[in-house]
């Protein structure tokens, strides 16, 4: 149980383009979802938390115009980034709280964004 | 401000050879602390939840502790398959954000 996908498992996209990021819980409905970031050899930076139906909240020094979050169900959430950059190249992972039970964080397996 | 110190940060075991790994926090309020396992290229797994000081939970190998300053991770007898980074997070009891370590990576040689 506790099921968490993301799709795609890899990107590789052009400078000035943008690509969107799906995260889905598989087996539970979730109240919370997270986006990170991970840089290699370093731990996850939270970017944003959205819930469904109400607009993301974005930590401070991440571009909200720029990492574009849908939560769209309770079982979906979307990352768009916009324009990519090469410095937007990075892993980056979501997380869902189940809406009935505890507090932990299911992770996906995360995206590999490379931007050329 | 919530913070997280995970030691040591790389450990390298022989196998069977038992050992711990440290995190220590500071939070104002604790709703709970969380160990996840990451392996290379995977986001990470979720192993524990600990809720208030002196409980513990095993997990095969695993077991987790917690006190008012800090939580171990115990791996007895680790075989190579341990091998992982363990990374260490605190939930505050005002929110749902966690907040990490920069985790213990661990290697067990055959």
């Known amino acids: 149980g506790a099921v968490v996908s993301q799709h795609p498992s890899r990107v590789i996209c052009k400078s000035g383009t943008s690509v969107k990021i799906e995260c889905r819980s598989l087996?539970?409905?979730?109240?919370?979802m997270f986006w990170y970031r991970q840089f290699p050899k370093k731990s996850l930076m939270l970017m944003a938390t959205?819930?469904?139906?109400?607009?993301?909240?974005?930590e401070q020094g991440v571009e909200k115009d720029k990492f574009l979050i849908n939560h769209a169900s309770l079982t979906l959430s979307t990352l768009t980034v916009t324009s990519a950059h090469p410095e937007d190249s990075s892993f980056y992972i979501c997380?869902?709280?189940?809406?009935?039970?505890?507090?932990?964080?299911?992770f996906g397996p995360g995206t590999r964004l490379t931007v050329t | 401000e919530d913070q997280v110190t995970q030691s040591p940060e790389a450990l390298r075991l022989q196998e069977g050879e038992s050992s711990s790994l440290n995190c220590s926090y500071t939070?104002?309020?604790?709703?709970?602390l969380f160990w996840y396992r990451q392996d290379p290229g995977k986001g990470p797994e979720f192993l524990f939840t600990?809720?208030?000081a002196g409980e513990e939970k095993e997990k095969e190998r695993l077991k987790a502790t917690l006190t008012k300053k800090e939580s171990f991770l115990h791996i007895t007898a680790p075989k190579p398959e341990d091998s992982a980074t363990y990374l260490c997070?605190?939930?505050?009891?005002?929110?749902?954000?966690?907040?990490f370590g920069e985790g213990t990576q661990l290697t067990v040689n055959p």
């Open positions: 959205s819930n469904e139906g109400s607009k993301a909240t974005y």
């Open positions: 600990l809720y208030s």
């Open positions: 997070a605190i939930q505050e009891t005002s929110g749902s954000r966690l907040t």
């Open positions: 087996d539970f409905q979730a109240t919370t």
């Open positions: 997380s869902a709280t189940p809406l009935a039970g505890g507090h932990e964080q299911y």
């Open positions: 939070v104002s309020g604790l709703r709970g």
